[in-house]
């Protein structure tokens, strides 16, 4: 009886329903209400229909489950999606199998609500993309958008319509594994890549069936994880917070990010997923997010551990504090009932909670059409294409960073022989890097392949693995036990070391492919030691005697602690983890079809007892100006404060020289602009592009402030031979920071701008700016 009348009230208020709810509702004047209004009615109407049940179910998210990203997976998710208890999956995609969990929300459940579709779409979907690290290294943010767009069209076609990107933590702890999946340690830098990724990812209506609603993570901080340790406790300065940290966020929720997903760590004591100041009083108060707010996974759950409460305490603090959806944990579906009935929350905040999860669905257009996604055709027509393959390629390529080249070693020549050493040369898993969506490594293209395609017949490449990426097994264990899939050699390490030296010895140039394994990077992968793993420095050593010249291509998903291969390759290029045409792309640069561009967006030190070691520090009260016996400096003892790269360099097979910087005044009014002027010329021996980096200095202010911040940057292309004047305008907008107070202001007085080629390589001018 209960199941017919059950049926009965689908075909009436289901899916059907909503709809008919929805074309009801259309007034007669429909162009003079606007969508906002139209969505409040729809949304009024939805919500008075629910039982409370019903509301706690939308606020759950549950991950299907062939892809773990946690410990825990959620179980029964079939009879839960038709009782009503979810609003959203995660970890599942395809057109038929959303289909299919579609079909039970709209066709089974009293009110027909669809579901949300999420997935991990970091770089890429099935077509991939460098690691974010990479990505951010090119400096190109129509390529940052574009990797965006089409991992979007991939993902809208395969059933998705909710990707949990971009990450835009900054980051400054390369012992962090998730730098990988950010855009590095600069705000300014940090906060453009949010905003293009956004747009990539949303366009302009997300309504269409190309689109997807991105989500920007991990609110907030997660990057000043102390120790870099995954997880770990952020005890950070407001004046730290919100001039360093957390500008990308609200660049991203400023871009119209219509989700945000909560960080796992504790920020000053409270923390995030349970932070009401950090969700409602910042994010939606002061910064007028409109959007919906996601846990990360489990993260209400892991409010125990942190010592906030029971389950349904910790649960009752996250609601209270603005989560709106519960991933995995179900702390909400298993407690909010009760929590209601005690009068510890309220129905009407369940109903908010409620109302920005149905509203993302309206947005996404699902109560239009909630099979919108699983278009079939759609994802045969539109992944993979030949096109996306060419966009990798070609942004890949432009991610890779030149950290040195003597004697112009590289490019090489397409005749002769290559030693091609190294654990990572013949990898195909490691080029598509961690969090690779649902990407295919075994259609990744290896650097040797690459090599192969690239410089074709007349090269001969005698090969020797080398080494081992790693000797310790447990962490190949670990590393095999999610998703890696390494080969360990038997041979001892001296036997590969002599086979190496042997191929290198009958070659006329050694390729290394060295570096770390994808799984070494990302989420819990952190690494107390920066340095090669295995016995890869050993490798190297052993082949720098035998006098040949040698390229270091360099693969990791962080900066690596690199002396000893800083002094003794003739060449290095950090490679990152590519995406599916990585191997292509590398040897595109190794044999100069393309002329490397990428500059670093996180510094890369000595050695790890530096770290966090970043470009835009404070002075200190005492800054150490190289007076080796005064003892009273801020310094080390036993290794200098530079860096061994810094942030934004990289080389190019040409060169460029630059002009001092000109300014268009020297004493300049709030509300004018400023114009800084350089003349950039290519006096190398090939085209290329180079990254123009404009730094401001707030001399004396109110705070103390870095020694120098990156306020603008233009990507230029330079004929051999040509130079062109780059023009940056600066106005007092770009002068702000946030005072003791947290208001935004400029302050009157001197400004040191700083234009070069890295962060450290730069020539300075001054300008006043006037009360
Ligand atoms: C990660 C998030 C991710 C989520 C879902 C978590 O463990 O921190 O970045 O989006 O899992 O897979």
New binding site residues.
């Given amino acids: 009886m209960k199941r017919i009348i059950k049926t009965a009230l689908i075909m009436s208020i289901g899916f059907m329903g909503t709809q008919a709810v929805a074309q009801q509702q259309k007034p007669v004047t429909t162009s003079a209400v606007s969508t906002d209004q139209k969505m409040n009615k729809f949304v009024d109407d939805l919500i008075a229909k629910m039982t409370l049940e019903e509301k706690i179910g939308q606020l759950n998210l549950a ?1 299907v489950g062939f ?1 773990v ?2 410990p825990i997976v959620s179980e029964n998710v079939d009879e839960k999606i038709q009782k009503g208890y979810i609003g959203g999956v ?2 599942t995609f395809t057109p038929s199998a959303a289909r299919k969990l579609q079909q039970m929300a709209v066709k089974r459940t009293r009110l027909g609500i669809p579901l949300l579709f ?3 779409v ?1 770089h890429g979907h099935k077509t991939i993309f460098p690691i974010p690290l990479g990505l951010a290294s090119s400096w190109d943010l129509a390529a940052v958008e574009r990797s965006a767009r089409i991992a979007a069209e991939e993902a809208s076609a395969d059933g998705l319509n909710w990707v ?2 971009p ?1 835009v933590d900054i980051a400054r702890d390369p012992r962090w594994g ?1 730098v990988a ?1 950010g855009a590095g340690e600069d705000t300014y830098l940090g906060s453009q890549i949010a905003r293009a990724m956004v747009r990539g990812y949303q366009g302009n209506d997300l309504t269409k069936e190309n689109t997807v609603m991105a ?1 920007v ?2 609110f907030a901080l ?1 990057g000043g994880a102390e120790a870099g340790r995954d997880y770990n406790t952020v005890d950070m300065s407001m004046n730290r917070m919100f001039n360093e940290y957390l500008p990308p966020y609200k660049a991203a929720v400023d871009a119209g990010a219509a989700s945000v ?1 909560t ?2 760590n504790d920020i000053n004591g409270v923390p995030a997923t349970a932070n009401r100041w950090l969700m409602t009083e910042l994010l939606r108060e002061k910064w007028g997010f409109k959007g919906m707010v996601a846990t ?4 209400i759950n892991e409010l125990v551990p942190h010592g906030l409460g029971t389950e349904a305490e910790v649960g009752e603090l996250a609601l209270k504090a603005g989560v709106d959806m519960d ?2 944990g179900e702390v909400f579906l298993n407690n909010l009932q009760q929590s209601v009935k005690d009068g510890k929350v309220s129905e009407a905040e369940v109903d908010a909670a409620c109302r920005r999860v149905l509203e993302a669905k309206y947005k996404l257009g699902l109560f239009q059409d909630p099979y919108r996604y699983t278009n079939e055709k759609r994802a045969k027509k539109n992944i993979m294409k030949p096109e996306y393959l060419e966009a990798t390629r070609d942004i890949a390529r432009k991610t890779m960073v030149l950290l040195k080249n003597d004697k112009q070693t590289l490019p090489l020549k397409k005749t002769g022989s290559i030693a091609l050493i190294g654990p990572l040369a013949t990898s195909q898993r490691d080029m598509i890097g961690n ?1 690779s969506g649902a990407g295919d490594w075994k259609q990744a293209v290896s650097v040797e392949q690459g090599i192969r395609n690239v410089a074709g017949k007349d090269i001969k490449i005698n090969y020797a693995k080398g080494a081992n990426i790693a000797d310790d097994q447990q962490m190949i264990e670990r590393l095999n036990a999610h998703g890696g899939n390494l080969e360990i050699d038997s041979r001892s390490s001296e036997d590969m070391i002599a086979e190496a030296v042997k191929v290198a010895q009958n070659s006329d140039v050694i390729v290394a492919v060295v570096g770390e394994s994808q799984g070494m990077t990302g ?2 992968s952190s690494r107390a030691d920066i340095t090669l793993p295995g016995k890869q420095q050993d490798l190297l050593k052993a082949l720098k005697k035998t006098g040949k010249p040698m390229v270091i291509v360099l693969m990791s998903g962080r900066p690596l602690a690199l002396n000893w291969e800083a002094e003794n390759a003739d060449a290095m290029l950090e490679t990152w983890f590519a995406g599916t045409e990585a191997g292509n792309a590398i040897a595109d640069v190794l044999f100069g079809d393309y002329n490397p561009s990428g500059k670093l967006t996180m510094t890369f030190p000595q050695v790890v007892g530096q770290v966090p070691i970043y470009y835009n520090h404070k002075n200190t009260g005492r800054p150490y100006g190289g007076e080796l016996l005064d003892k009273y400096k801020s310094r080390y003892l036993d290794v200098s404060n530079e860096p061994l790269f810094p942030f934004g360099y990289g080389l190019s097979y040409t060169t460029f020289s630059y002009s001092r910087p000109e300014l268009s005044k020297n004493t300049v009014n709030p509300n004018e602009t400023l114009e800084v002027r350089v003349n950039v010329k290519n006096t190398g021996n090939y085209d290329g592009e180079e990254v123009v980096q404009l730094y401001v200095q707030d001399v004396i202010a109110s705070v103390t402030r870095p020694v120098k911040e990156l306020k603008g940057f233009q990507k230029i292309s330079l004929k051999k031979g040509e130079s062109k004047t780059v023009t940056f305008t600066l106005t007092a907008e770009d002068l702000k920071f946030y005072n003791k107070d947290l208001e935004y202001v400029f302050e009157p007085g001197e400004f040191k701008v700083f234009v070069g080629t890295n962060s450290s390589d730069v020539q300075e001018a001054s300008f006043t700016l006037a009360q």
């Fill in positions: 991950a892809d990203t946690g995660f970890n999420g997935y991990d970091i949990f990107s990450m998730r999946e989500c993570k991990h997660y997903m960080s796992f990360d996974y489990t993260a991933m995995v969090w989420e819990a």
